[in-house]
DNA sequence: GTGAAAGCGCTAACAA
DNA sequence: TTGTTAGCGCTTTCAC
């Protein structure tokens, strides 16, 4: 920058301005001058330097809980990802990747926030209700401004995007009772997800308001195709009258369709499997799979610019933002 | 930081240099109260003003020039990513994930490099060589460290990190050949990647060298499975004496696969057909696919550990690595 | 062993 | 309209 002060044969301060708009009281004639300097010299701000003086990092972070090392394999996330990207590019600002496993989260958050690496987070959380409160309230404490994704937070530094997944679980327990299904069961994660609880109490509501008279959540422990296929073998040679099966996510239901073709069930007409996501191996699975679409990108890029407008105006558009989920038939149910 | 001193009763200096293990000499005691008070306040060194001080950010890049704004719905830089999360976040390094689309891409590394938002990067090329031999030559003139993926650069500045496609495409080609057949083609992207190139080479070199008398490669516009359904369909109508596909990847598998379902051709009896990847999907379609596996995250991993050890020792432990690949075989060939 | 002073590159407040 | 000064939080050099 001193470089192009010299060139031009300004302060400083001019060219601070130029740079950052402060325009009006200029002569156009200078500002022309520098402007051609600071091609010239093919001059970038140092975001670096800004940041220290401004108190801003014109980054945004992407933060979550999963056991998992490759965070990155859950579809879900990198739609997210994909979306926040995707806005935050036109801003020039960057994207920060970060997961923790559940046991480093605890001080984790703080110690990003604190390193001031981002200007705001958004952030998935995942563990008990009482964990994520925990965090939720650590994240609070911090000052940073932060969305999270399927959970909610009271707190004028945090905002919500959640997608409508009860309605997403009641739509499919809905399709299957039309079919006829009586035993219609729900196989889930054991890392508890809030989307995943989200959609149990779903798929519970809508089994007893419809005077259903038996429903089931079931467990997996690895949230892989093939611990879901090895579950479901288990369950359905355990209790044979199951017909329909409500899957968590659809790597779950992937693993639930080997398992029926397994045992020689046909799907959808003796076991009808509905997945939660769309990912994009739903419509090519055989049969293609029924599933609850979630706006995985939409969401992302909704989070983001939810930061942004609290980073220029200190506060939040929306509270809470809410996107409809949307029931995908195919040929699984 | 001024907090701490003030609390341990000691000057900034101190504080700053128990922070970076400076402690050699000084007595025990000062240091287990400085370390005592950065507890009790909870403090992170902030690495903006650090970072400004030392000239470095504790960030590394991924940086790809992909046209699709979904740029992380390519398997291969999610692993390539999670490879990255994985080896950086043990040391206390956060990634930086940016996509340019191929006409901004031109100015848009030098302006982050100078932005100074990382102390290296990841960088997966794509285009014709030209377009990226440019681009090279401007990664180069930054004299930022950076590590390719899947292409080459001399200089002392750059490594790269690269999988044997050729010898995954010969192996893919001799499996067919073993299988009998006269006629296989190469369903290639139209957007040059340098593993596609690569692939191809190694495809027709095969080809060439097993004294084949037939070889032929296509391209698909569209990256999509629904792109690769209607232009394997159109190929198939065209010449029905096709009897065996290599696609550049297990995206463009699908499909195939879909395409030759289309046309009544059984996979494989009918038509046999080989990917590139192993992504998730590939042992869950129907019929399992074939496919060469690459090992993404272990490239990640790899790159990441390059660069940070360039930051470290001030070159490269190595200029080029490269990493077998694996024919896996499943049911489609 | 510890403290004081300078400066990394930038911007806000004020002075000219 | 433009230039000067101070300081963001840290590390480094040198003096004590």
Same mark, same amino acid.
């Given at each position: ?262 045992? #020689? !069930?046909?799907?959808?007409?003796? $076991?009808?499997? *509905?997945?939660? &996501?769309?990912? %994009? ?5 055989? @049969? ?12 992302? #890029? !909704?989070?983001?610019?939810?930061? $942004?407008?609290? *980073?220029?105006? &200190?506060?939040? %558009? ?5 996107? @409809? ?9």
């Amino acid at each position: 920058m001193r470089e192009v002060a010299k060139r031009s044969g300004v302060s400083l301060q001019s060219v601070s301005n130029v740079l950052n708009g402060r325009t009006s009281q200029m002569r156009e004639e200078t500002r022309l001058r520098i402007l051609q300097s600071i091609r010239d010299l093919n001059y970038q701000p140092n975001v670096q330097a800004r940041g220290l003086r401004l108190q801003c990092t014109k980054t945004m972070a992407f933060l979550t809980i999963d056991p998992a090392v490759r965070f990155l394999s859950d579809p879900f996330h990198v739609a997210i990802l994909s979306g926040m990207v995707d806005t935050l590019r036109q801003q020039d600002y960057g994207l920060l990747v970060q997961g923790f496993h559940p046991d480093q989260a605890g001080g984790g958050f703080r110690r990003l926030v604190h390193q001031r690496r981002f200007d705001g987070a958004v952030v998935h959380l995942s563990g008990s209700p009482d964990r994520r409160s925990e965090h939720i309230e650590e994240l609070k404490s911090t000052g940073c401004p932060f969305v999270l994704i399927e959970d909610r937070a009271e707190a004028s530094t945090a905002a919500c995007v959640l997608a409508d997944n009860r309605g997403g679980a009641a739509a499919a327990v809905a399709l299957l009772q039309a079919e006829g299904h009586q035993q219609i069961g729900f196989l889930a994660t054991d890392r508890l997800w809030p989307a995943v609880e989200k959609r149990i109490t779903g798929y519970e509501e809508a089994i007893r308001t419809s005077g259903g008279r038996w429903s089931q959540v079931w467990g997996v422990d690895r949230e892989t195709v093939e611990g879901a296929r090895s579950r479901v073998e288990a369950i359905l040679r355990d209790d044979p009258a199951v017909t329909a099966i409500l899957c968590a996510n659809d790597v779950l239901a992937v693993g639930a369709i080997q398992a029926a073709k397994q045992l #020689g !069930r046909k799907v959808p007409t003796s $076991l009808s499997i *509905i997945g939660f &996501g769309d990912n %994009d191996i739903a419509q090519h699975l055989d @049969p293609p799979l029924t599933t609850v679409a979630l706006p995985g990108v939409e969401m992302g #890029g !909704r989070a983001a610019e939810l930061l $942004l407008a609290y *980073i220029q105006n &200190g506060k939040f %558009d929306a509270p809470e933002v809410v996107f @409809p989920t949307k029931l995908i038939r195919r040929g699984s149910a």
